[in-house]
Antibody, heavy 122, light 110 residues
Framework: QVQLQESGPGLVKPSQTLSLTCTVS??????????WSWIRQHPGKGLEWIGY???????YYNPSLKSRVTISVDTSKNQFSLKLSSVTAADTAVYYC??????????????WGQGTLVTVSS | QSVLTQPPSASGTPGQRVTISCSGS????????VNWYQQLPGTAPKLLIY???QRPSGVPDRFSGSKSGTSASLAISGLQSEDEADYYC???????????FGGGTKLTVL
């Protein structure tokens, strides 16, 4: 059974960089067939896709966040990471890592981490 | 404002059948498949329906999905108290080049 677990600071100061890591267990990131994703949910709101990465390093970002987002992968640790720069209070959200299963029609997010709340505040 | 439009709330009594709609456009639902996610209170979303109408292993057949044109629907039959959750539709948008989600529908079991 694949499991994903987010880790990182729960509090980030405005203008700084938010950094989170997702550790994958029960399966190898290098096995292919999946995009490794970050999705966030503002308090009491809906879901927003941030971006995803393939094990080879190819990345796909939400255009609205692209200038501030970097997603990277470390296959040796079976982890992938999110960096979001120049954060403001509007970036306060629960951040989820998820696996996107590549299928013939379109991917779907079939496994999710439990989520981690990141608050941007001084 | 979400790209995909869902009703903010829905309700039903145990045993009833409820449907949740998801309206989009030609660049998302009209040209790509729809997935549905269930988010129980305080938990992460869970894949409920993929490729418009397919259920992952372990999802009861009480849950079904359909798509027609630029709209999709999730139906839940034999409603149970444990179905009380938020439900989100999602699809890739070819114009925006982004995954778009509905705003979510809060299902209450009366």
């Amino acid at each position: 059974q694949v499991q994903l677990q987010e880790s990182g600071p729960g509090l980030v100061k405005p203008s700084q960089t938010l950094s989170l890591t997702c550790t994958v267990s029960g399966g190898s990131i290098s096995s292919g067939g999946y995009y490794w994703s970050w999705i966030r949910q503002h308090p009491g709101k809906g879901l927003e896709w941030i971006g995803y990465i393939y094990y080879s390093g190819s990345t796909y970002y939400n255009p609205s966040l692209k200038s501030r987002v970097t997603i990277s992968v470390d296959t040796s640790k079976n982890q992938f990471s999110l960096k979001l720069s120049s954060v403001t209070a509007a970036d306060t959200a629960v951040y989820y890592c998820a696996r996107a299963r590549i299928a013939a029609a379109a991917p779907d997010f079939d496994y999710w981490g439990q989520g981690t709340l990141v608050t941007v505040s001084s | 404002q979400s790209v995909l439009t869902q009703p903010p709330s829905a309700s039903g009594t145990p045993g009833q059948r409820v449907t949740i709609s998801c309206s989009g456009s030609s660049s998302n639902i009209g040209s790509n498949t729809v997935n549905w996610y269930q988010q129980l209170p305080g938990t992460a979303p869970k894949l409920l329906i993929y490729s418009n109408n397919q259920r992952p292993s372990g999802v009861p057949d009480r849950f079904s999905g359909s798509k027609s044109g630029t709209s999709a629907s999730l139906a839940i039959s034999g409603l149970q108290s444990e179905d009380e959750a938020d439900y989100y539709c999602a699809a890739w948008d070819d114009s925006l080049n982004v995954w778009v989600f509905g705003g979510g529908t809060k299902l209450t079991v009366l």
